[in-house]
């Protein structure tokens, strides 16, 4: 079961390729597989998520039904949307558009809505304060599109879904969900050097890549974004760096094409923080369209990860 | 006695009130409303620092710990708190309540042991149990809040049903289990209408207690801004001043921005003494003497007690004043001639209306001091005559002996000591800067004197500011001209 997988994790964040990735399914899924346990869950979202129509395609989307005991953070505004008996444990000082995040629990099972906050700090505060509530596992409803993945500090496990709605052409599908697990997946780096609040390194400190392509070296350490920009500098090049060391995998943000040409440069990727990609679900029904062929669909996308792959409409209890 | 936003940075307020840190909204709200007392309300200005000076006998105490750490927790919920007897309260609002109330039992246990030996008068703080048995009728001290089945038939009947099919959906799947589903919306919905009635019959129960409620809301906040007043004499000093019906003296009174700033140098201010009543008096002294630096660290001092805060001197003795008023040229920030004439005229007017209808602190930094010499002196002494009669304080730094002469009171800064230029051009030669090397002769001490001298020593600070050679001569000489 999915559940398994998350195990060993006590912070797991969700997410999805698109809309309509299966997402939410696979969250409902996580709190069935905590129940059955008895692992008392506390859940929160980046942002606003769980709706019950989908406000981008009208689809209907599976809300979050959880079970009695189940702690959960979400917005003020969204509180007469859970249908929930609640308790009101805690207001926590964070605000969202939709007001302050409140903490509950549930007394009862039920829908909820999730609103939490976009902040990375303010999330790792809030999951903080879900673990002081006595949640054993804290779920986090992430965001779509991997330019705003969960970071390495908000989550140690990631569960990232995947579906026939990112696009038609099932192996384009495969190879981005392939090239997101990647960067998910980057190795570890070496010690990274002190470098203030420089933006490159590579034998001294710089301010700018074209400086520091002069510089010294085979080890480049890049804070904040590695940009396509920056990209078509390096590829123009003839001597490039053989590593290029990011802060996590969240700050990639590059096009598979470029990144496909750096590697194929030998240019190798490191990152100084990680966060575990625990499996990959995949949906092959399409909000949009034609559904994939769900077996070859799960067949393609564990031939390109190392994590299990999931179809958890397979075991969904409803859908 | 209100000061324009220019004038408070004039007299260096800020530096004050940043280090005044209340440590909850409501106290940081009543920090913001800050301001000078006015007539009708000076008893209150009394107590206000009276209660301070309690406060700081009371040393440290694990109560006012407790108190800290409770006015950290405290939040403003003075919306919720008008909304109290709305029949549409919600379960977070009635949380936000019974939290408060449990702060507050806490906070006003530990207001009443202090009480007994602080004896605060201008304070009360009580706490409203009623109305926490109404949100907490066990009496748990549980901090969080849920609506009871207890409370309301209707509500545990419908919570009664909705446990049952979610027993039944939870066992169930497919198309039985959206069937369920469907079902479990009408129980949600009759839980949510029992929910609501029975929030609003709480609100309605509160009622009573309301007025109750927000009075302790304001009393937290009054405490806070007290406890931080507190915290701030220990930083930067101060002392209890006592209010008189005339007499304005400080004992060795300091600017704590000037302080703060000579310290960072490597040097010290010196403390300042001075007495003044009703009528005239004036401040002569050499150039860069302090004796705008005395004006500013009167004028702060003054208004500090008039807004319930210590005044940073060993000893004060401070009149009720009805106004504070000012009056400067703004040649400071390099605007001279006309336009710093006009307003200081200006100024010199509301003054003098001001003199008219209430008691006031008035003070002038050399009047007119852009316009010539001849008709300056003739201003100030005209500044001199009509405020000596007229029943406020008034201050006037002039150069001017004629002027001097004319005072009842004279203070002069002390200067320049005895003076040994060659040994200031030895140490500037040896590298030492040119305003360290002032501070080093000059003496900023006040005292008051008999004669109405005025010491003339623009030349020397001229000299020990090493200002070009040809161009000192040229003055040298005409310092010679005139002896002859």
């Given at each position: 079961m999915l559940f398994d997988l998350i195990a060993p994790y006590t912070t797991v964040c969700l997410a999805g390729m698109c809309k309509n990735a299966g997402k939410t399914t696979a969250l409902n899924a996580l709190i069935r597989g905590a129940a059955a346990r008895g692992v008392l869950l506390g859940l929160t979202s980046i942002g606003r998520d769980g709706e019950r129509e989908d406000l981008v395609t009208g689809t209907y989307k599976p809300p979050i039904y959880v079970t009695g005991g189940t702690l959960f953070a979400t917005s003020r505004g969204l509180l007469p949307r859970c249908d929930v008996t609640g308790e009101i444990l805690s207001l926590t000082g964070l605000y969202t558009p939709l007001g302050e995040v409140v903490i509950l629990r549930?007394?009862?099972?039920?829908?909820?809505?999730?609103?939490?906050?976009?902040?990375?700090?303010?999330?790792?505060?809030?999951?903080?304060?879900?673990?002081?509530?006595?949640?054993?596992?804290?779920?986090?409803?992430?965001?779509?599109?991997?330019?705003?993945?969960?970071?390495?500090?908000?989550?140690?496990?990631i569960l990232l879904s995947t579906?026939?709605?990112?696009?038609?052409?099932?192996?384009?599908?495969?190879?981005?969900?392939?090239?997101?697990?990647?960067?998910?997946?980057?190795?570890?780096?070496?010690?990274?050097?002190?470098?203030?609040?420089?933006?490159?390194?590579?034998?001294g400190l710089f301010d700018d890549l074209a400086s520091a392509l002069e510089g010294q070296g085979d080890a480049l350490f890049v804070t904040g974004a590695f940009t396509d920009a920056m990209a078509a500098l390096l590829l123009r090049r003839k001597g490039i760096p053989a590593e290029i060391n990011l802060e996590d995998g969240t700050r990639l943000l590059l096009s598979r094409e470029n990144y496909e040409k750096l590697r194929a440069r030998g240019v190798a990727f490191r990152v100084r923080d990680r966060n575990d990609l625990v499996a990959v679900t995949v949906n092959p029904s399409s909000a949009y369209g034609a559904p994939y062929d769900a077996a070859a669909f799960q067949r393609l996308m564990a031939e390109r990860v190392s994590v299990p792959v999931m179809n958890i409409w397979e075991e969904s209890a409803w859908n | 006695m209100e000061l324009t936003p220019s004038q408070q940075q004039d007299i260096g307020l800020a530096f004050v009130l940043d280090r005044l840190q209340p440590l909850s909204p409501l106290g940081r709200e009543r920090k913001r409303a800050l301001g000078p007392y006015d007539r009708s309300r000076r008893a209150e200005l009394i107590r206000e620092l009276s209660d301070l000076d309690r406060t700081l006998a009371l040393g440290e105490d694990p109560a006012l710990d407790r108190l800290r750490q409770g006015l950290m927790q405290l939040r403003d919920i003075r919306g919720t708190v008008a909304r109290i007897g709305n029949r549409d309260m919600d379960q977070v609002e009635l949380f936000e309540l019974k939290r408060y109330l449990l702060l507050l039992r806490g906070l006003a246990e530990d207001f009443r042991s202090l009480q007994e030996r602080a004896r605060w008068a201008g304070l009360a703080l009580a706490d409203v149990p009623e109305a926490l048995s109404i949100l907490d009728p066990e009496g748990s001290g549980n901090p969080t809040f849920s609506l009871r089945s207890s409370w309301s038939a209707d509500l545990a009947e419908a919570r009664r049903d909705k446990t049952e099919i979610e027993k039944q959906i939870a066992l169930s799947a497919g198309a039985a289990r959206e069937a369920l589903l469907i079902r479990r919306t009408d129980i949600v919905l009759r839980e949510a209408e029992a929910e609501q009635r029975l929030c609003g019959r709480l609100s309605q129960r509160l009622q009573p207690h309301q007025a109750a409620i927000a009075g302790s809301l304001s009393a937290l906040g009054h405490l806070d801004l007290l406890l931080a007043k507190a915290a701030l004499v220990r930083e930067l000093g101060g002392k209890k001043p006592t209010l008189t019906e005339g007499e304005l003296s400080f004992r060795d009174m300091v600017h704590p921005a000037l302080a703060d700033v000579l310290k960072n140098q490597g040097a010290a201010f010196t403390p300042l003494t001075i007495s003044l009543s009703p009528g005239a008096a004036v401040l002569t002294g050499a150039n860069m003497g302090g004796k705008s630096v005395c004006l500013k660290t009167l004028a702060l001092n003054v208004y500090l007690v008039h807004c319930g805060l210590f005044p940073f001197a060993r000893e004060a003795r401070v009149p009720f004043f009805d106004q504070l008023c000012l009056v400067r040229g703004e040649g400071e920030d390099g605007r001279e001639g006309l336009s710093s004439f006009g307003g200081e005229l200006m100024a010199a007017d509301a003054a003098a209306r001001a003199v008219q209808t209430g008691f006031c602190l008035v003070l002038f930094d050399e009047f007119a001091r852009g316009t010539n010499p001849a008709e300056s002196v003739k201003l100030q002494q005209g500044v001199l005559r009509f405020f000596e009669g007229s029943g406020s304080v008034c201050l006037l730094v002039t150069h001017y002996e004629a002027v001097a002469a004319r005072a009842g009171r004279?203070?002069?800064?002390?200067?320049?000591?005895?003076l040994d230029v060659a040994e200031g051009r030895r140490m500037m030669a040896a590298g030492a800067d040119k305003l360290t090397v002032l501070r080093r002769f000059m003496d900023y001490g006040i005292e008051q004197i008999d004669e109405a001298a005025v010491?003339?020593?623009?030349?020397?600070?001229?000299?020990?500011?090493?200002?070009?050679?040809?161009?000192?001569?040229?003055i040298r000489r005409e310092y010679i001209l005139s002896e002859d």
């Amino acid at each position: 079961m999915l559940f398994d997988l998350i195990a060993p994790y006590t912070t797991v964040c969700l997410a999805g390729m698109c809309k309509n990735a299966g997402k939410t399914t696979a969250l409902n899924a996580l709190i069935r597989g905590a129940a059955a346990r008895g692992v008392l869950l506390g859940l929160t979202s980046i942002g606003r998520d769980g709706e019950r129509e989908d406000l981008v395609t009208g689809t209907y989307k599976p809300p979050i039904y959880v079970t009695g005991g189940t702690l959960f953070a979400t917005s003020r505004g969204l509180l007469p949307r859970c249908d929930v008996t609640g308790e009101i444990l805690s207001l926590t000082g964070l605000y969202t558009p939709l007001g302050e995040v409140v903490i509950l629990r549930a007394l009862s099972d039920g829908f909820v809505e999730l609103a939490g906050p976009s902040m990375r700090e303010q999330i790792v505060a809030l999951e903080a304060a879900l673990k002081g509530f006595g949640a054993e596992k804290v779920l986090v409803d992430g965001a779509l599109f991997r330019r705003s993945l969960c970071a390495p500090e908000a989550a140690e496990g990631i569960l990232l879904s995947t579906g026939a709605s990112l696009g038609p052409d099932m192996h384009r599908t495969v190879a981005d969900t392939a090239f997101v697990a990647e960067l998910l997946g980057l190795p570890i780096s070496g010690p990274w050097p002190d470098m203030g609040d420089r933006r490159f390194a590579r034998g001294g400190l710089f301010d700018d890549l074209a400086s520091a392509l002069e510089g010294q070296g085979d080890a480049l350490f890049v804070t904040g974004a590695f940009t396509d920009a920056m990209a078509a500098l390096l590829l123009r090049r003839k001597g490039i760096p053989a590593e290029i060391n990011l802060e996590d995998g969240t700050r990639l943000l590059l096009s598979r094409e470029n990144y496909e040409k750096l590697r194929a440069r030998g240019v190798a990727f490191r990152v100084r923080d990680r966060n575990d990609l625990v499996a990959v679900t995949v949906n092959p029904s399409s909000a949009y369209g034609a559904p994939y062929d769900a077996a070859a669909f799960q067949r393609l996308m564990a031939e390109r990860v190392s994590v299990p792959v999931m179809n958890i409409w397979e075991e969904s209890a409803w859908n | 006695m209100e000061l324009t936003p220019s004038q408070q940075q004039d007299i260096g307020l800020a530096f004050v009130l940043d280090r005044l840190q209340p440590l909850s909204p409501l106290g940081r709200e009543r920090k913001r409303a800050l301001g000078p007392y006015d007539r009708s309300r000076r008893a209150e200005l009394i107590r206000e620092l009276s209660d301070l000076d309690r406060t700081l006998a009371l040393g440290e105490d694990p109560a006012l710990d407790r108190l800290r750490q409770g006015l950290m927790q405290l939040r403003d919920i003075r919306g919720t708190v008008a909304r109290i007897g709305n029949r549409d309260m919600d379960q977070v609002e009635l949380f936000e309540l019974k939290r408060y109330l449990l702060l507050l039992r806490g906070l006003a246990e530990d207001f009443r042991s202090l009480q007994e030996r602080a004896r605060w008068a201008g304070l009360a703080l009580a706490d409203v149990p009623e109305a926490l048995s109404i949100l907490d009728p066990e009496g748990s001290g549980n901090p969080t809040f849920s609506l009871r089945s207890s409370w309301s038939a209707d509500l545990a009947e419908a919570r009664r049903d909705k446990t049952e099919i979610e027993k039944q959906i939870a066992l169930s799947a497919g198309a039985a289990r959206e069937a369920l589903l469907i079902r479990r919306t009408d129980i949600v919905l009759r839980e949510a209408e029992a929910e609501q009635r029975l929030c609003g019959r709480l609100s309605q129960r509160l009622q009573p207690h309301q007025a109750a409620i927000a009075g302790s809301l304001s009393a937290l906040g009054h405490l806070d801004l007290l406890l931080a007043k507190a915290a701030l004499v220990r930083e930067l000093g101060g002392k209890k001043p006592t209010l008189t019906e005339g007499e304005l003296s400080f004992r060795d009174m300091v600017h704590p921005a000037l302080a703060d700033v000579l310290k960072n140098q490597g040097a010290a201010f010196t403390p300042l003494t001075i007495s003044l009543s009703p009528g005239a008096a004036v401040l002569t002294g050499a150039n860069m003497g302090g004796k705008s630096v005395c004006l500013k660290t009167l004028a702060l001092n003054v208004y500090l007690v008039h807004c319930g805060l210590f005044p940073f001197a060993r000893e004060a003795r401070v009149p009720f004043f009805d106004q504070l008023c000012l009056v400067r040229g703004e040649g400071e920030d390099g605007r001279e001639g006309l336009s710093s004439f006009g307003g200081e005229l200006m100024a010199a007017d509301a003054a003098a209306r001001a003199v008219q209808t209430g008691f006031c602190l008035v003070l002038f930094d050399e009047f007119a001091r852009g316009t010539n010499p001849a008709e300056s002196v003739k201003l100030q002494q005209g500044v001199l005559r009509f405020f000596e009669g007229s029943g406020s304080v008034c201050l006037l730094v002039t150069h001017y002996e004629a002027v001097a002469a004319r005072a009842g009171r004279r203070f002069l800064t002390r200067g320049i000591r005895d003076l040994d230029v060659a040994e200031g051009r030895r140490m500037m030669a040896a590298g030492a800067d040119k305003l360290t090397v002032l501070r080093r002769f000059m003496d900023y001490g006040i005292e008051q004197i008999d004669e109405a001298a005025v010491p003339q020593r623009a030349l020397t600070v001229a000299e020990l500011l090493g200002v070009e050679e040809g161009l000192l001569a040229a003055i040298r000489r005409e310092y010679i001209l005139s002896e002859d």
